[in-house]
């Protein structure tokens, strides 16, 4: 029986020329809740596992200010698998981008912290920072709050992910930007689009489509968790792999490992 996904092609058509697409309710309150619960407990009993933060370090605390990020919380909380594997959102994924199948790259939570040190997520593209070749894939970023401008919703700019795979920005570092380097360049950058949306909300976004979050001027996080989703045709280039199977795969050919399962499609 074929899953049922949102997608349509009017969808996949608008996602093909705008790099970006919004699901206002994608999941329910009941299945929020759930993956809310893990991702709490992940950050409260493993504060190890936040990236930058390994081993007691603090490899950059203004990193952490942007947001805590753990990844794979699908190996180890059910809840979080339901969502990373959940068939209706991997088969949106595959129709938007258009492939045979897609495989997950990781999952990761994002926990924008409150407060006045609060830090924007710079406007970037993903695609530089993964090991991918060609550029194809795309990540589901799931609303576990409401989000809105003030507590750091995502803002596409339409069609940048035609510029293709730039070069990468720095999170933690203020000013950094690929639109004012962009700009800077003599391109004229579309103004971009704002994604509030409830919880339980999914926007899609390609690899190269540009994206920023403002600072979280609330009192209480924002929480995200966000899936990377890679089209058949996606080779590992070899040189890292941040869900930790670089050493078992090789240069140059696909992403066929137990850490890297194919979630729709054939
Ligand atoms: O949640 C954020 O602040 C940024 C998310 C992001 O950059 C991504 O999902 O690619």
């Known amino acids: 029986m074929p899953t049922i996904s949102p997608a349509t092609p009017a969808d996949a058509e608008f996602f093909q020329q705008n790099g970006y697409i919004r699901y206002e309710h994608f999941f329910s309150a009941e299945e929020i809740a759930s993956l809310r619960h893990a991702i709490d407990h992940a950050i409260d ?22 947001f805590n990020q753990m990844v794979n919380l699908w190996t180890d909380y059910p809840a979080a698998k339901e969502v990373a594997f959940h068939p209706r959102l991997a088969e949106t994924a595959r129709r938007l981008s258009g492939c045979r199948h897609v495989r997950i790259y990781h999952d990761h939570a994002m926990i924008k912290p409150p407060g ?32 809105t401008a003030d507590n750091g919703c995502l803002h ?27 700009k800077e360049r003599g391109y004229d950058v ?28 609330t ?25 930790g ?18 979630l729709a499609g054939d």
């Open 45 to 66: 009993t493993h504060r190890a596992r936040i990236r930058g933060a390994e081993k007691d370090g603090r490899v950059s605390e203004e990193y952490e200010r942007v």
């Open 116 to 147: 006045q040190t609060s830090k924007e997520t710079n406007w970037h593209q993903d695609a530089p920072y993964w090991p991918m070749d060609p550029v194809g894939a795309l990540s589901a970023w799931i609303a576990v709050d409401d989000v």
């Open 156 to 182: 596409f700019v339409p069609g940048s992910h035609q510029y293709e795979r730039l070069e990468p920005i720095k999170l933690g570092v203020a000013g950094e930007s690929i639109v004012a380097k962009m």
């Open 190 to 217: 579309p103004e971009p689009v704002t994604m509030d949306m409830p919880a339980g909300g999914v926007t899609f976004h390609h690899g190269c489509t540009f994206h920023y979050a403002g600072p979280n001027q």
């Open 219 to 243: 009192a209480a996080p924002r929480r995200a968790f966000a899936i990377i989703y890679m089209p058949d045709y996606t080779t590992f280039t070899g040189t890292h792999d941040a869900a």
């Open 245 to 262: 199977a670089a050493d078992e795969m090789k240069a140059g050919g696909p992403w066929d490992h137990s850490l890297h399962p194919i």
